[in-house]
């Protein structure tokens, strides 16, 4: 249909268009496409991210007068190089000048020493590439040829976009050639005269695209993208309010054997390699988001009519293509879904992107594009060799420091025009090379890189396996694989695997038998009488049928009382239950017949919760008088280091509470030789959490399983910043864990409170950054650590020492896994992730 409409309304007749006779200008009203930029540039004036940049390294002998001509006639010949924009009632048209020079503008680098012109040349190119244009004055194309010696130069050509796409650089290089080879010839330049202008595609794209022709092309768009989705990528950092446009790139290379894999699998499928290498990258974002909307945006030359294929202008268009990821299909069964939307947006690919947008009137921000956020693109703009006479042509590598999009991916079929052009990147070989273009508020170098590497594997394993399901294709390079579940995660140090809590209490008892090992309010316990209180415990629960894999409900106020209960119940061979005082008693009693609990030890005033319970309770205070009848020798039991030391209940905020049972070896792997914290003698270790929290296991175990001091710290005190400090201080506390919520409400009021802390422990909860930041500030000579750990893991799994926190970090990390701990980041399907 469309290339009827353009055999009956494609005309260059310019009576049917508005003529300024007194400017001797012509006034044209702006295309679609040039409409989007020229409001761009209204809201951001004078930006550079729409330049056009290409530099040449030129050796020979250069007539310069001869490439100003050539670049002259190349204005001459296309009147979008002699356009400028003007605004007629609010919308922009396109002023076109009769006539319009450019002087070539030469800057003379030979007067500097010859090893400092290469660095000024760069210097210069890349100033010259953020030089924004003025769309009102003009010109829209710079020409800057840069002398280093009499034989060697480098060519800037600089043009806006509004002006210009990949497909115009082509055409220009052609141009170029052959107008310069036959001035230098003495000879007229062999170009016939063009017969349309950039002006008469722009007034017939606004005359067909109305009325049914528009409604028709909207109409697919508009069920294709209904509920479209924003795609969210893993970033480095949080986009910033506004967009900047600063940007990086980074190189691709992809061998020839690969390509043709890729060509034999398109070829098979009845896909084009743009769909298979489409498919690969949506299945790359599909992995790295884990949304199954995923959307992207594509160039397209829009040059489907040979009389446009000779023009320099801004014709090229964009098309959102979105794929349906759900289903975990195979590659295979993927490419399919992919080709379909390729080949449906081909079909209604005259409707231009601004146009959509204007008619879609999708969610505007000004930190995102609008649509898509991604572009990707397999260039196949003709780039035809550029020889000129008595000069050898090679590239001048010219950085991008501007992007419009998150991330921008470019393939091309490898040549030596694309080396010229783009670089010496690649070796010279038959294969696919390419670049990412991204976002360096966004993304670090390191991060594309790996993504690049990751896009790499991807494409091998599609080749390899297209039957595999998109979710299962490997990422990772056996390098990595090999970084993330062996080298990082050999945390193996040498710990006690084969003893239990108690036994390695009794041994810390013979080395500190006078040393304090509690405290509690005025009250404190030294090794010999803890160990003696709890030996006496324990052989009164013996009696009553206490021994491996039984559970005890122990319900106490942290106190002495609490740590003789646990250590009691360990050595009559049981597991003991907290269970927290300030809980409900519906929750007590629920905890207590879900784990099924033969005897409770409880404080006498606790009673009342306890009313319905029709086992075995002892009572620390009414029975103390017959529990101290026993032997205060150690008790003998047959439990090992793989039988049960406690289960604790996690909150259920998900759903019903669960017990979650721990053994002792997995304590002991928690608090002895350890690579998170190193806990000595002369520690004072705060217990400032419930017995139910899992922190407690740290605080208690880290404690007395190190021949540390516990000092027990009152609900009321840990809440109130001042009377905290005046503790932590008081009792001389080295070592606390608080969460992240109380870390943070302490930080606020009294930031400074920390100070006499050896090391300060907080997780639980992701950290405002405003506050970590003021601890470090406040507690210079405190070690911070973040501890990250589900209860399921025994309390940390991993860990970060917080020495900095960068002006852009918005999160905490979780580390590295703590010794004796493997940690491994899978997917929603399981799979490893970077």
Not at 369 to 378: A, I, K, R
Not at 700 to 717: E, F, K, R, V, Y
Not at 729 to 756: D, E, G, K, Y
């Amino acid at each position: 249909m469309a290339s009827e409409i353009y055999d009956n309304s494609f005309t260059n007749d310019r009576q049917k268009l508005n003529i300024s006779s007194e400017a001797e200008v012509f006034v044209f009203p702006a295309s679609f496409a040039q409409q989007r930029l020229w409001f761009l540039d209204q809201f951001a004036p004078e930006n550079p991210f729409y330049n056009v940049v290409t530099a040449l390294r030129l050796t020979g002998s250069l007539n310069l007068t001869a490439l100003e001509q050539t670049f002259n006639e190349i204005v001459q010949r296309h009147e979008t190089l002699r356009t400028t924009f003007a605004a007629v009632s609010g919308q922009p048209v396109q002023i076109i000048s009769p006539a319009f020079k450019t002087n070539l503008k030469v800057l003379d680098l030979q007067n500097l020493p010859p090893e400092q012109r290469e660095t000024e040349a760069k210097k210069l190119a890349a100033a010259e590439s953020l030089r924004p244009f003025n769309l009102s004055t003009g010109p829209l194309m710079r020409v800057t040829i840069l002398r280093l010696t009499e034989t060697e130069h480098i060519l800037l050509l600089n043009m806006h976009h509004i002006a210009s796409d990949d497909w115009s650089i082509g055409v220009l290089i052609r141009e170029l050639e052959a107008i310069y080879t036959a001035l230098i010839n003495q000879q007229p330049s062999p170009l016939p005269e063009l017969s349309l202008q950039y002006a008469d595609f722009a007034e017939w794209q606004r005359e067909w695209l109305q009325g049914e022709v528009l409604e028709n092309q909207l109409a697919y768009w508009r069920q294709q993208l209904h509920g479209i989705s924003v795609l969210n990528l893993p970033t480095d950092r949080p986009a910033p309010a506004r967009q900047n446009y600063r940007g990086k790139t980074q190189y691709l290379e992809l061998p020839k054997k690969l390509k043709d894999a890729l060509l034999a699998l398109s070829q098979r499928e009845g896909a084009t390699l743009f769909m298979t290498l489409l498919a690969a990258f949506q299945t790359l974002l599909y992995r790295y988001s884990q949304q199954e909307d995923i959307v992207v945006g594509s160039p397209i030359a829009n040059r489907n009519r040979s009389e446009i294929e000779a023009l320099i202008g801004f014709f090229v268009n964009t098309l959102v293509l979105r794929t349906d990821c759900s289903g975990n299909p195979t590659f295979r069964d993927f490419l399919g879904r992919v080709r379909e939307v390729t080949l449906g947006a081909y079909a209604h690919q005259d409707l231009p992107f601004e146009k959509l947008v204007e008619e879609l009137h999708p969610e505007r921000s000004l930190n995102r594009h609008p649509l898509f956020q991604v572009v990707f693109g397999l260039q196949n703009a003709p780039l035809d060799e550029l020889e000129l006479p008595e000069l050898k042509l090679s590239s001048f590598p010219l950085e991008t420091q501007t992007t419009r999009f998150d991330l921008e991916l470019y393939l091309w079929e490898a040549s030596d025009n694309f080396r010229i052009r783009y670089g010496e990147h690649w070796e010279d070989s038959e294969g696919l090379r390419g670049l990412a273009v991204y976002k360096t508020d966004l993304f670090d170098e390191v991060t594309i890189a790996r993504m690049l590497r990751h896009f790499k594997t991807l494409l091998e394993s599609i080749v390899a396996n297209p039957e595999q399901r998109i979710a299962n294709l490997p990422l990772l390079s056996e390098d990595e694989v090999n970084q993330l579940f062996r080298e990082w995660n050999d945390t193996r140090t040498d710990y006690p695997q084969n003893k239990c809590i108690h036994q390695l209490f009794e041994q810390r008892v013979e080395q500190h038998l006078e040393d304090v090992a509690l405290t509690f309010d005025s009250q404190h316990l030294t090794y010999r009488e803890l160990n003696s209180r709890s030996n006496q415990l324990a052989r009164y629960l013996q009696k009553l049928g206490v021994g491996a894999e039984v559970l005890v409900g122990l319900c106490a106020e942290r106190s002495i009382d609490l740590i003789v209960g646990m250590l009691a119940v360990l050595k009559a061979g049981g597991a003991y239950l907290p269970l927290d005082p300030s809980y409900p008693r519906d929750r007590l009693n629920l905890m207590l017949e879900d784990a099924r609990v033969k005897v409770l030890l409880i404080q006498d005033k606790l009673i009342e919760n306890f009313r319905d319970f029709s086992n075995s309770v002892i009572y620390f205070d009414r029975d103390w008088e017959d529990i101290a009848k026993e032997s205060a020798e150690n008790p003998a039991n047959t439990v090992t280091a793989d039988n049960l030391a406690y289960v604790i209940y996690t909150s259920g905020s998900t759903g019903k509470p669960k017990g979650v049972a721990v053994t002792h070896k997995a304590v002991n792997r928690l608090v002895l030789n350890t690579n998170y914290i190193k806990i000595e003698p002369g520690d004072k270790i705060a217990q400032a959490s419930n017995a139910s929290f899992d922190a407690a296991t740290f605080e208690i175990w880290g404690a007395l399983l190190n021949g540390a001091q516990l000092a027990g710290i009152s609900t009321n005190i840990t809440l109130s910043p001042h009377d905290l400090a005046l503790e932590l201080r008081q009792q001389a506390i080295t070592v606390l864990f608080l969460t992240t919520a109380l870390f943070q409400q302490i930080a606020r009021v009294l930031p400074q409170a920390f100070n006499s802390l050896r090391c300060l422990l907080f997780g639980g909860e992701a950290a405002d950054m405003r506050w970590v930041k003021k601890v470090l500030t406040q507690n210079p000579t405190t070690k911070l650590i973040h501890v990250y750990g589900p209860t399921e893991n025994t309390t940390f799994s991993a860990y970060y020492c917080v020495q900095d926190v960068p002006e852009t970090a918005t999160s905490i990390p979780i580390g590295r896994p703590i010794a004796n701990t493997q940690i491994y980041l899978l997917d929603a399907d399981l799979q490893p992730v970077a």
